[in-house]
C-alpha cells in the first residue's frame, strides 16, 4: 500500500486520467473528489463489498431454482 500525505486542495493523479483531490478537513473527516472516465466505476469499499455480496446470494438463488419444462 502506498502512503501519502496530502493537504487541502492537493490531489494525486492515477494513472494519469483519475484525481484525486482533497476537499476539506474537518476532525477526523477528510472529504475526497474523484475525477474519473466514465467507464471507470468509483465505490465506497463497503458498497463494493455488499454488491459482491449481493451477486454471490443471487447466483446461489437462481442455483437452487428448479427448472421447469415448458413442453417444446
Not at 473527516?29 to 472516465?37: D, K, Q, S, Y
Not at 454471490?56 to 437462481?62: A, D, I, L, P, S
Amino acid at each position: 500500500m502506498l502512503v501519502l500525505t496530502r493537504r487541502k486542495d492537493e490531489e494525486i493523479l492515477i494513472n494519469g486520467n483519475i484525481s484525486v483531490k482533497v476537499l476539506s478537513v474537518k476532525g477526523n473527516r477528510v472529504r475526497l473528489g474523484v475525477e474519473a472516465p466514465d467507464d471507470v466505476q468509483v465505490n465506497r469499499a463497503e458498497i463494493q463489498k455488499f454488491l459482491g455480496q449481493f451477486e454471490v446470494e443471487m447466483e446461489k438463488k437462481t442455483e437452487r431454482v428448479p427448472v421447469q419444462s415448458c413442453g417444446f
